[in-house]
């Protein structure tokens, strides 16, 4: 058992281990840099409200500022991939080297062609495979145009409607015989044969154990410190199987379990984690960001109580539609509802709110993030709405700016 720890030096290590304690870069930020912030934080989480950001541009942003989001763009959608698509957290881009351990633990009942005829499922599944393999990669609406099927559609439990050969689609997908090329501008996936996205897999192994271990060192090495819980969530493994990878990463010396006063639970720290001295970055962190996944360890170790209120009704939101947290130093000081109004040229802080003792400099740096912010989204101007008891300050240090 190493020395025990306080709750602010496993912020320090957390935030550490998602590039969040520190400035960002002063030059132009390269796709080298880009794919060094990929490779700490192992996944983005891909999510269609657009209504500031696709969410898998935003940690890019918090972590380096202003960058080029075509790097993102070809990173996933041109050879050799380093990112690619499949189910993690939720759907995600991964690490292509995490993508045959993720096959083997992620089942998504509720996603695919399960409920279909057997005998239906296969023959749309031998139609979809046929065409994929002599065309160009095609969305799930260009593939139906093709193959000619118009089959009833089902209404799933998340009220989508889709049709045989979407439903086949995503079970092919969920098994890794299709994957995603690209993305087309209205955000469809755009299928084709795996072996055409990852032309140098190697065969399948079969070892969900040692799948399991890699993921959890994986999910480790980027929180840096936290519970079983914690890195279970990561890439949503099984909890129970996860503990027992946590054991084998503990002897085998990968992972030490530690004590965080405050933090009353089982905790390990990554052996290569690193606790800085002090933490200075300052970030707003998308709704989807990793290091807000587990709502329950941010609560305890930044007693930031946090959910997203997209799906309640407006008029039961207690801070807005699209609220992110906004990160200070080694603390999460206040929340702010944005959209990015593109017509008139805006980014709008229609709401902002203040954490219990917030430092006096919050809406200063609050202020200098939306305007970063804005550039970045090439809008003009930031407009602060009067919602919110941090509102006033900050339209007043947006003015000053």
């Not at 000081?333 to 203040?354: P, Q, S, Y």
Request: charged share 25%.
């Amino acid at each position: 058992m190493s020395a025990p720890l306080s709750l602010d030096q496993a912020r320090r290590i957390a935030l550490a281990a998602q590039g969040l304690h520190k400035g960002r870069p002063a030059g132009p930020v390269t796709s080298r840099t880009v794919g060094r912030t990929f490779a700490r934080i192992q996944l983005v989480q891909i999510d269609s409200v657009n209504v500031l950001s696709r969410s898998h541009f935003l940690p890019f942003f918090s972590r380096l500022g202003n960058y080029d989001r075509s790097i993102l763009q070809r990173m996933a959608g041109t050879h050799p991939r380093r990112m690619v698509e499949y189910w993690a957290h939720e759907a995600s881009y991964i690490r292509p080297d995490h993508y045959q351990d993720l096959l083997l633990w992620q089942k998504r009942a509720w996603v695919g062609a399960g409920r279909m005829d057997p005998g239906q499922r296969a023959a749309v599944a031998a139609k979809i495979l046929e065409t994929l393999a002599r065309s160009r990669p095609l969305t799930a609406s260009e593939l139906t145009a093709r193959i000619g099927h118009v089959e009833e559609r089902q209404r799933d439990n998340w009220g989508w409607n889709w049709n045989a050969v979407k439903r086949v689609l995503e079970h092919l997908f969920e098994e890794g015989t299709v994957s995603a090329a690209s993305r087309t501008e209205q955000f469809e996936r755009k299928y084709t044969l795996t072996g055409r996205v990852l032309p140098n897999l190697d065969g399948h192994d079969g070892d969900p154990e040692g799948a399991l271990h890699r993921l959890t060192e994986a999910a480790a090495q980027a929180h840096g410190i936290g519970s079983v819980r914690c890195f279970a969530d990561y890439f949503r493994t099984p909890a129970k199987a996860t503990a027992r990878s946590v054991e084998h990463l503990v002897r085998l010396g990968r992972l030490e379990p530690v004590k965080v006063a405050g933090w009353e639970r089982d905790l390990y720290r990554h052996v290569d984690s690193v606790l800085p001295r002090s933490a200075v970055g300052r970030a707003l962190l998308s709704p989807f960001d990793s290091l807000v996944f587990e709502r329950r360890r941010l609560e305890e170790l930044f007693g930031f109580h946090y959910r997203l209120e997209i799906y309640t009704p407006e008029h039961k939101r207690r801070y807005g539609y699209y609220v992110l947290p906004f990160l200070l130093r080694d603390r999460i000081v206040a929340r702010v509802d944005l959209k990015a109004d593109r017509a008139a040229g805006r980014l709008l802080a229609r709401a902002a709110f203040g954490e219990p003792e917030a430092p006096s400099d919050t809406a200063v740096e609050l202020a200098s993030e939306l305007l970063l912010m804005a550039r970045w989204l090439g809008l003009q101007e930031v407009q602060v709405h009067p919602a919110g008891d941090l509102a006033p300050e900050l339209a007043r240090a947006v003015a000053m700016l």
